[in-house]
């Protein structure tokens, strides 16, 4: 009997600490343009061929620091 493994999302893993504090939905239409569906696949990804492009991680890597700044910003205000 043949075994399947199961490749785990790469990029899940990495965003494990934020991956439920931040509204993905938001994220993706903010800097992105797509649907809420469309990141989910994307960050649900077992390989690269289905991933992120090297480019959009570029642009969700300036999109996390955008919103870090943006939230130190309002915290800083508080």
């Given amino acids: 009997m043949e075994v399947l493994m199961m490749k785990k999302p790469v ?10 504090d931040i509204s993905w939905a938001k994220v993706a239409d903010r800097y992105f343009d797509r649907s809420p569906s469309w990141i989910h696949q994307k960050i649900d ?5 289905e991933g992120f492009t090297p ?3 570029e642009q969700l890597k300036e999109a996390l620091n955008d919103l870090a ?3 130190r910003r309002v ?3 508080i």
Avoid at 11 to 20: A, F, G, H, T
Avoid at 45 to 49: E, I, M, N, P, T
């Fill in 45 to 49: 990804a077992a390989d690269d061929s």
């Fill in 11 to 20: 990029l899940r893993s990495q965003l494990k600490d934020i991956i439920l």
């Fill in 55 to 57: 480019a959009e991680r």
């Fill in 69 to 71: 700044d943006r939230i």
């Fill in 75 to 77: 915290a800083d205000d």
